[in-house]
Structures are given as structure tokens and as C-alpha cells.
């Protein structure tokens, strides 16, 4: 069985984005924290090793982990199983945004297309209540949201000003109560559904 380092290792050496040790922490400390958090939706699950970190907060903790890229999906069901968590994270091969389910979940691990934050949520909201939490990654984007003079990508400029409006968006919404991280990881916003 492949030990969740080595997987993070591997998936770094490959150059598949994992979240940072920072975030990581916040993430698993929050869920520790929060007792009530059982049932979690993760858009993007690379190979898999953050929802297995996430499972293996508590025994009773079971994730939906959403992939679009088939080759990282296969790697991450390869993962998932020789890590015996197979009973408990169960990742669907498909784009988060067409996902359907009955579901609702606890917490909504978003660390997907950065792009498409906003619509991420919009499509799951429904499948949350009130208590539920959203848990955004890289709102910082290697500081080229603040900074996107950093970068002469016209693609990656495009990227950096949508989550900049997501993030402000966000922070104005009225059904969520949020908290933004800036300092942890890539920029994490937690945002707690209160209406």
C-alpha cells in the first residue's frame, strides 16, 4: 500500500497540483474541528490525495471526489484503493459542473478550475443547507491575483481577474458568512451557508 507521503511526492514530482502543506493543515484542522462535517463534496481529485487526507480525519467521514482528467481518475482509483479507503471516497469521473446528486453535504471542498469557481457554487448550493460550508483554494494564485502584473499570459490574467471577482463577490454574499485566508496556502476562503 502506497503511503499517502508518497503519493503527495510522486503527484509533485509529476507536476499534478496538490493543495500546499499549509492549506492542507487549515483544511484537516477545520474538519477536526467540526465534528458535524461527515459527508464532503471535493471538485478536483487529482490522484486522490486529498480526499483520502480528508477521510482520514475521522472513520466516519465519507467523500465524493469529482475528476475530469481520465488519466489523473484512473490514477486516483488506483490510489484510493490500495490505500483501503475504497469504502469511503469514491470518486466519479466527470466535469463538477454537470455533476448531478441528491446528496447534501457537509462541506465542499473546491480546488478545481479556477475559473469556474463561481459557477461550482452556484450548481452545488443546492445540494447544501444551512450549517453547510464551501472551502475555496488558490484564491491567491501564486499572489498573481493581486499581482497581475507578474504575468504576460493573457489566459492566465483573464483567470486572475475572475477570482479576483469571485472573491469579492463572495465576501458580499449575503447566504454565506465567509472568512478569507490570504497568509494560508495559495489563499483559502471558507464560506459558511447562513441563508
Not at 28 to 44: A, F, N, Q, T
Not at 54 to 64: E, F, K, L, S, Y
Not at 174 to 186: L, N
Request: charged share 25%; net charge negative.
Amino acid at each position: 500500500m502506497k503511503k499517502l507521503k508518497e503519493i503527495r511526492e510522486q503527484a509533485i514530482l509529476n507536476h499534478v497540483p496538490v493543495m500546499m502543506d499549509t492549506g492542507m493543515s487549515f483544511l484537516l484542522d477545520y474538519i477536526r474541528d467540526h465534528p458535524s462535517i461527515m459527508k464532503v463534496l471535493e471538485c478536483g481529485t487529482a490522484v486522490g490525495w486529498s480526499g483520502m487526507m480528508i477521510a482520514g480525519v475521522r472513520d466516519n467521514i465519507t467523500v465524493d471526489t469529482l475528476e475530469i482528467d481520465p488519466v489523473m481518475y484512473e490514477q486516483a482509483v488506483v490510489n484510493i484503493k490500495e490505500a483501503h479507503l475504497d469504502d469511503r471516497v469514491f470518486a466519479h469521473l466527470c466535469d463538477a459542473s454537470l455533476y448531478q446528486t441528491n446528496q447534501y453535504y457537509d462541506l465542499f471542498f473546491i480546488d478545481a478550475a479556477k475559473s469556474q469557481y463561481a459557477m461550482y457554487l452556484e450548481h452545488f448550493i443546492q445540494n447544501s443547507y444551512i450549517g453547510s460550508v464551501f472551502i475555496f483554494d488558490n484564491l491567491n494564485f501564486h499572489g498573481m491575483v493581486d499581482h497581475p502584473e507578474t504575468t504576460n499570459n493573457r489566459s492566465t490574467r483573464q483567470m486572475t481577474r475572475k477570482i479576483l471577482r469571485f472573491r469579492e463577490k463572495l465576501k458580499l454574499d449575503p447566504r454565506f458568512e465567509t472568512e478569507w485566508h490570504p497568509e494560508i496556502g495559495d489563499g483559502v476562503m471558507v464560506a459558511i451557508r447562513v441563508k
